[in-house]
């Protein structure tokens, strides 16, 4: 793509962010250029009522992501990133940083949560990337995302990467924050894993508890806490309605009796 062809698309894309009517919308515009741009794993989260660090206890935080659903399911779900160096570093810090500068900046002996973070992004082909920390951009609403090419790039590829396409991606980024402080429903539950979504299906089913267990191969009080985590990520109160939301929603999967 030349140069007039890129100015021009990220001209397309400001507009589109700009006129976005939805989170969503505002998302997947977002997402879709940062891919196109070779960064191909996205984490997002922002909150206005923090009660601690950068989205509080995640009930109340807008949390998004682009990339496999597997990874999601892990560093989202088990809520790995509340102990990633770079999670840290963006409780502190404004503007844009390589995974590398965080975790140098952290100076402390990695945990084992932190190790299986290295484990998982190494899994997942996610050997470098870039953490935002956009705290300052809006009074009273924090915010982070990570970014990562993937496809085993390495920390010199990555910044090599970054250096052609970072200050696209940073502008991009920036702005669909501050386009999400004018949406509504900022404040949403975080994406069902792959387990809430079967638990819903199950329960959708007709399945009691126990036949839900059974099924999946998991204890009845496992299962229970799916199907609470998914009430809490659909803003329901019952298993009923959450099974309800979850189907107008299309997020239910395919299974086999």
């Known amino acids: 793509m030349s140069d007039g062809q ?9 507009n589109a962010l700009i006129a976005a009517k939805d989170v969503l919308g505002a998302w997947n515009i977002c997402a879709d250029a940062l891919q196109q741009r070779g960064m191909v794993n ?8 923090p009660t601690w660090g ?3 206890d995640g009930k109340d935080a807008l949390v998004l992501y682009r990339g496999p659903q597997a990874y999601a399911d892990i560093y989202l779900g088990e809520e790995l990133y ?3 160096p770079t999670y840290e570093w963006a409780e502190t810090n404004s503007g844009y940083a390589s995974w590398a500068e965080a975790v140098e900046q952290s100076k402390i002996v990695p945990t084992k949560e ?22 300052q951009l809006v009074p009273g609403m924090r915010g982070v995302v990570g970014i990562s090419p993937g496809r085993n790039l390495t920390p010199a590829q990555t910044d090599a990467l970054w250096e052609k396409v970072g200050p696209d991606i940073q502008m991009l980024c920036n702005l669909m924050h ?22 819903l299906t199950w329960c959708a089913q007709g399945k009691t508890m126990q036949d839900v267990a059974t099924i999946m191969q998991l204890s009845v009080a496992t299962v229970e806490k799916h199907l609470r985590l998914a009430r809490e990520a659909l803003d329901t109160q019952t298993t009923a309605h959450a099974v309800q939301k979850a189907t107008s929603l299309n997020l239910l999967v395919e299974t086999q009796t």
């Open 6 to 14: 890129t100015a021009q698309s990220l001209r397309g894309t400001v």
């Open 42 to 49: 996205i984490v997002y989260g922002a909150t206005r009522v």
């Open 54 to 56: 950068i989205i509080g």
């Open 82 to 84: 509340r102990h990633s």
């Open 114 to 135: 932190q190790m299986r973070i290295m484990q998982l992004n190494v899994e997942y082909g996610c050997l470098a990337g870039y953490v935002g920390g956009l705290n």
């Open 178 to 199: 501050l386009r999400f402080a004018s949406l509504p429903q900022i404040s949403q539950r975080r994406p069902l894993t792959s387990r809430q979504r079967e638990a």
